[in-house]
């Protein structure tokens, strides 16, 4: 597992989360541990190293 930290979108808090480097390309929802909204996670894995993440806001 890989460890990666970004800012939520909606509140700015630094979060902390475990990527699967075995999946080349993932793409899901995961609320925030501070403030609960939506975010959408978005990365791509090449040669066992995250090669792409974004983390946005979800319009509601």
Same mark, same amino acid.
């Given at each position: 597992?890989?460890?990666?930290? =970004?800012?939520c979108p909606y509140c700015l808090a630094d979060i902390t989360?475990?990527?699967?480097?075995?999946?080349s390309s993932q793409q899901y929802i995961e609320d925030c541990?501070?403030?609960c909204n939506p975010i959408e996670i978005r990365v791509v894995i090449e040669?066992?190293?995250?090669?792409? =993440?974004e983390a946005k806001s979800i319009e509601q």
């Open positions: 597992m890989l460890e990666h930290y =970004f800012k989360m475990l990527i699967d480097p075995s999946i541990e501070v403030c040669e066992g190293e995250i090669s792409s =993440f």
